[in-house]
């Protein structure tokens, strides 16, 4: 079962150093904002580009397999887009061109509004920002994350953190 869904759909939260790893998109602007690239570029191919310190997914979004041990796998649902919609958005985005769209897991799963809220997504959370925290542990539950959010209106927005 979990071989079929891997072989499937892609995490678009991916890891860079899997070996089937593409660089989805470039992050850009003051806000880190995905800008997709319009073809998929494998990441061994530019991970030897980025500045030696930094860290890969600071500057870049990648997309990897989906698998089935992945901590954020709930049978053949991924719990990080649930959390990741669950959290409020700073703006209404655009749905953007994306290569990944026909075999991303968060698409399939969630349809447009994952792509809306994919953009923003930070595949590495920033120390200080607990709801990128929250929403980044697989161990958050749905309650924990409602209850952060009405307790913190002020700093529930604009959150985008990934696993
Ligand atoms: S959620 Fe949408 S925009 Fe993001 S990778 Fe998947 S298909 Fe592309």
Redesign the pocket.
């Known amino acids: 079962m979990a071989e079929r869904k891997s072989s499937r759909t892609?995490c678009?939260s991916g890891d860079p150093h899997a070996p089937e790893a593409v660089a989805?998109g470039v992050r850009s602007g003051q806000d880190g904002g995905?800008v997709?690239l319009a073809d998929p570029v494998p990441a061994s191919q530019v991970l030897g580009m980025v500045p030696e310190g930094v860290e890969p997914r600071r500057v870049l979004?990648f997309?990897s397999h989906c698998t089935s041990n992945c901590v954020n796998r709930r049978g053949d649902d991924c719990t990080l887009?649930e959390r990741v919609l669950a959290a409020p958005a700073a703006t209404a985005t655009a749905?953007?061109r994306?290569?990944?769209?026909t075999q991303?897991?968060?698409?399939s799963q969630?349809g447009?509004e994952?792509?809306r809220?994919?953009?923003a997504?930070s595949t590495l959370h920033l120390a200080g920002d607990r709801l990128g925290e929250l929403v980044a542990d697989p161990s958050t539950t749905r309650e924990q994350l409602d209850e952060w959010i009405a307790a913190n209106p002020a700093g529930a927005t604009g959150a985008g953190a990934g696993g």
């Open positions: 892609w678009p989805l995905v997709y979004r997309a887009v749905v953007p994306c290569h990944l769209r991303c897991q968060w698409w969630t447009v994952a792509c809220r994919c953009p997504v």
